[in-house]
């Protein structure tokens, strides 16, 4: 997916006559594709940035239709709701050529899905004077999207949806070296232009594989949709027409113009493309679903009102579900049919969408099916669903081979009975079916208490057993030690052997939070000394019992990788002009989104003995990290160190011209 937004022009393919796409009008979109980048991306300047924020734009989002992975809407703080606009015959969806794999048949998952579409798109252009005199205008163009999509290199496939919403600003030919102000209808950002009068600025909100909350967390919003007060309207049921400019509203504090001040600059446009479809789907969110006894129990929720548990032939019936008029709730019990073998999944339909959404409900583990008592005999019947798998345990009764009913002969059932297999368990109520009265016994009195009883055995003392949730840990991150299963324990001892150097919350306690500090910080004014040790950390937990007795120590081991640093060909210091340094950061090979991000430190080396900090970077998603500072320091920089705050370290000579 390409990380630079540039203006398509309109392209209409050259098709057959009369074929379904030669219809289809395309129209210009203003952002091309994912980029998974942070929130100031490209040129990492302390005056590129977002100004005025714009929080709460986005306050709801719906359930998933599981049919394609998405939610089925987005709702702003007007209460304005946006659906997916996926039609691909539509021109009002606005997609790009070859977005749709293949156009002339109707948008399907997975196989002929968009790798990207919007709930809402907006875009807008101003024209800028040249960088140089004489030179030809320059523009900044404006996107704001919220956008679902796929990570890059992952394509169209289950379980890699996500959604994330984007403010960008790119310069082309703009003034040089100027620190530009943009303001939009959803806040204010700032961009300092390079030598070349190009400059950018993207936040991405936020680009987290199936966590379609984030986007709300973000500065986008409300939906901005076309002026009513200004001709011609919206189409019915849309925002507006992607193939056209039209004046808008919905901006923070009305404002819905896009601008620029700088240096002898002033510019503005009220024209904006716009796109995004007006939900009138509900959806609906698959809850649980369980077999008890002979029946299908099913939990859903919906604003609909019509929605059924779709039947499977042998199993159960087409059923609809009902609920409480005031509420979302939805329910449904289903009689499974005789020796049906048990479903593994239910799919819930709510029919009043156009088209229809869906949700899919898995019933894993185990279900009980019978658990009766006739007075001799216990009667135990349940069936293993992925992942569990058979001898099923009944527990205090014994085993089931199959999801055949056993007969287990007992005098007192249990009132409940539990069967398990691994991680997995499942619990019936024992009906009882029959069996005689049971015969009444005379009154015993108590033995007396016979006070206490010594035990001569011989103790084999307490036992550490010490367990980590996180084996690998970058540094920055914190998880759990675990000692608590500990036999005959009363105290307990952490320390360190060896490796990294770690904290501890508390070494006196059986669940302590273990940390692993970050090499350096972003704010260091010196560089770290190299550490002394390094490698697995290693720990060991010592408990005591109540006699003071110690065991013997439980070891764990905590991998602490860190990243590898490469400073990029081209750092560069034009004395009085520009001091340019980029590089990667990749941990095993690897970018990816990190919480909190990776910062590098910058030092000026070129006399070892007196190195002088130059600036710290941000590490964006795909690995990029890049310093520019203007004019730079006074004195000429040949050579630097940079510091990770995961561990890295690398230094580069840098050319003076």
């Given at each position: 997916m390409?990380?630079?937004?540039?203006?398509?022009?309109?392209?209409?393919?050259?098709?057959?006559?009369?074929?379904r796409?030669?219809?289809?009008?395309?129209?210009p979109?203003?952002l091309?594709?994912?980029?998974?980048?942070l929130?100031?991306?490209?040129?990492?300047l302390?005056?590129t940035?977002v100004?005025v924020?714009?929080?709460?734009?986005?306050?709801?989002?719906?359930?998933?239709?599981?049919e394609?992975?998405?939610?089925?809407w987005?709702q702003d703080?007007?209460?304005?709701?946006?659906e997916p606009?996926l039609?691909?015959?539509?021109?009002?969806?606005?997609?790009l050529?070859?977005?749709?794999?293949?156009?002339?048949l109707?948008?399907?998952?997975?196989?002929?899905?968009?790798?990207?579409?919007?709930?809402s798109?907006?875009?807008?252009t101003?024209?800028?004077?040249?960088g140089s005199?004489?030179?030809?205008?320059?523009?900044?163009?404006l996107?704001?999207?919220?956008?679902a999509?796929f990570?890059?290199?992952?394509?169209?496939?289950?379980?890699?949806?996500?959604?994330?919403?984007?403010t960008?600003v790119?310069?082309?030919?703009?003034?040089?070296?100027?620190?530009?102000?943009?303001?939009?209808?959803?806040?204010?950002?700032?961009?300092?232009?390079?030598?070349?009068?190009?400059g950018?600025?993207?936040?991405?909100?936020?680009?987290?594989?199936?966590?379609?909350?984030?986007?709300?967390?973000?500065?986008?919003?409300?939906?901005?949709?076309?002026?009513?007060?200004?001709?011609?309207?919206?189409?019915?049921?849309?925002?507006?027409?992607?193939?056209?400019?039209?004046?808008?509203?919905?901006?923070?504090?009305?404002?819905?113009?896009?601008?620029?001040?700088?240096?002898?600059?002033?510019?503005?446009?009220?024209?904006?493309t716009?796109q995004?479809?007006?939900?009138?789907?509900?959806?609906?969110?698959?809850?649980?679903?369980?077999?008890?006894?002979?029946f299908?129990?099913v939990?859903?929720?919906?604003?609909?009102?019509?929605?059924q548990?779709d039947?499977?032939?042998?199993?159960?019936?087409?059923?609809?579900?009902?609920?409480?008029?005031?509420?979302d709730r939805?329910?449904?019990?289903i009689?499974?049919?005789?020796g049906?073998?048990?479903?593994?999944?239910?799919?819930?339909t709510?029919?009043?969408?156009?088209p229809?959404?869906?949700?899919?409900?898995?019933?894993?583990?185990?279900?009980?099916?019978?658990?009766?008592?006739?007075g001799?005999?216990?009667?135990?019947?349940?069936n293993?669903?992925?992942?569990a798998?058979?001898?099923l345990?009944?527990?205090?009764?014994?085993?089931l081979?199959?999801?055949?009913?056993?007969?287990f002969?007992?005098?007192?059932?249990?009132?409940?009975?539990t069967?398990?297999?691994?991680?997995?368990?499942?619990?019936?109520p024992v009906?009882?079916?029959?069996?005689?009265?049971t015969?009444?016994?005379?009154?015993?009195?108590p033995t007396p208490?016979?006070?206490?009883?010594?035990d001569?055995?011989?103790?084999?003392?307490?036992?550490?057993v010490?367990?980590?949730a996180a084996p690998?840990?970058l540094?920055?991150?914190?998880?759990?030690?675990?000692g608590?299963?500990s036999?005959?324990?009363?105290?307990?001892?952490?320390?360190?052997?060896?490796g990294?150097?770690?904290t501890?919350?508390?070494?006196?306690v059986?669940k302590?939070t273990?940390?692993?500090?970050?090499?350096?910080?972003?704010?260091a004014?010196s560089?770290?000394?190299?550490?002394?040790?390094?490698g697995?950390?290693?720990?060991?937990?010592?408990v005591?019992?109540?006699?003071?007795?110690?065991?013997?120590?439980?070891?764990?081991?905590?991998?602490?990788?860190?990243?590898t640093l490469?400073?990029?060909?081209?750092?560069?210091h034009?004395?009085?002009?520009?001091?340019r340094?980029d590089?990667t950061?990749?941990i095993?090979?690897?970018?990816?989104?990190?919480?909190p991000?990776?910062?590098?430190?910058?030092?000026?080396?070129?006399?070892?003995?007196?190195p002088?900090?130059?600036?710290?970077a941000?590490?964006?998603?795909l690995?990029?990290?890049?310093?520019?500072l203007?004019?730079?320091p006074?004195?000429?920089?040949?050579?630097?160190?940079?510091?990770?705050t995961?561990?890295?370290?690398?230094?580069?000579?840098v050319?003076?011209?």
């Amino acid at each position: 997916m390409s990380a630079d937004l540039r203006s398509r022009p309109r392209h209409r393919p050259t098709r057959p006559s009369g074929s379904r796409a030669s219809a289809r009008r395309r129209v210009p979109v203003l952002l091309a594709a994912v980029v998974l980048l942070l929130a100031l991306t490209g040129t990492s300047l302390a005056a590129t940035q977002v100004t005025v924020i714009n929080a709460g734009g986005l306050t709801a989002v719906g359930p998933v239709n599981t049919e394609i992975g998405f939610p089925a809407w987005y709702q702003d703080r007007t209460g304005t709701r946006m659906e997916p606009c996926l039609d691909g015959s539509n021109p009002l969806c606005g997609f790009l050529p070859g977005t749709i794999p293949d156009e002339t048949l109707p948008i399907s998952f997975p196989d002929n899905f968009p790798a990207e579409f919007f709930y809402s798109l907006a875009g807008s252009t101003l024209t800028l004077p040249g960088g140089s005199p004489g030179a030809p205008a320059g523009r900044a163009v404006l996107t704001l999207g919220l956008e679902a999509a796929f990570p890059n290199g992952v394509g169209v496939s289950e379980g890699n949806q996500m959604v994330f919403a984007r403010t960008r600003v790119v310069v082309k030919g703009g003034p040089a070296n100027a620190m530009l102000t943009f303001r939009h209808p959803f806040g204010s950002l700032t961009i300092d232009t390079d030598s070349t009068g190009a400059g950018r600025l993207v936040q991405d909100i936020a680009p987290a594989v199936g966590n379609f909350s984030t986007p709300l967390k973000g500065n986008f919003g409300p939906f901005l949709t076309w002026d009513p007060a200004t001709a011609p309207p919206a189409p019915a049921g849309y925002a507006g027409d992607p193939a056209q400019t039209h004046t808008v509203v919905g901006g923070l504090a009305d404002y819905n113009l896009f601008s620029v001040t700088g240096p002898g600059l002033s510019a503005q446009t009220n024209q904006f493309t716009v796109q995004g479809k007006v939900a009138t789907n509900t959806g609906v969110r698959g809850d649980h679903a369980d077999i008890n006894g002979s029946f299908l129990d099913v939990f859903a929720t919906s604003s609909g009102t019509t929605l059924q548990v779709d039947g499977v032939s042998g199993q159960y019936a087409t059923t609809p579900m009902t609920h409480d008029p005031d509420s979302d709730r939805h329910y449904a019990r289903i009689a499974l049919e005789s020796g049906a073998t048990p479903p593994t999944s239910v799919t819930v339909t709510n029919l009043g969408d156009n088209p229809v959404s869906h949700a899919t409900v898995s019933l894993g583990g185990i279900q009980v099916s019978q658990a009766s008592y006739d007075g001799t005999m216990l009667t135990v019947a349940a069936n293993a669903v992925a992942p569990a798998g058979y001898p099923l345990t009944v527990a205090g009764i014994g085993t089931l081979p199959s999801s055949a009913p056993v007969a287990f002969p007992v005098s007192a059932p249990p009132a409940v009975v539990t069967v398990s297999s691994g991680s997995s368990s499942a619990s019936l109520p024992v009906t009882v079916t029959g069996g005689p009265a049971t015969t009444a016994q005379p009154i015993v009195s108590p033995t007396p208490d016979p006070g206490p009883v010594i035990d001569g055995s011989t103790t084999t003392g307490p036992v550490a057993v010490a367990t980590v949730a996180a084996p690998s840990l970058l540094r920055g991150g914190t998880t759990t030690l675990d000692g608590s299963t500990s036999t005959g324990a009363v105290s307990f001892a952490w320390s360190q052997v060896s490796g990294t150097p770690v904290t501890l919350s508390s070494p006196t306690v059986a669940k302590p939070t273990v940390t692993v500090p970050f090499a350096t910080v972003a704010t260091a004014g010196s560089p770290v000394p190299a550490p002394t040790a390094t490698g697995p950390a290693v720990l060991q937990l010592v408990v005591t019992d109540t006699a003071g007795v110690p065991s013997a120590p439980a070891v764990v081991q905590i991998a602490v990788p860190q990243d590898t640093l490469a400073i990029a060909a081209g750092a560069r210091h034009r004395l009085g002009t520009e001091l340019r340094i980029d590089g990667t950061s990749l941990i095993g090979g690897q970018a990816g989104v990190l919480a909190p991000p990776t910062s590098v430190v910058l030092y000026d080396v070129t006399r070892p003995a007196a190195p002088v900090r130059l600036g710290s970077a941000a590490v964006d998603t795909l690995g990029n990290w890049s310093l520019r500072l203007k004019p730079g320091p006074k004195v000429q920089v040949t050579s630097v160190l940079v510091q990770s705050t995961r561990g890295g370290t690398a230094t580069a000579t840098v050319a003076t011209r």
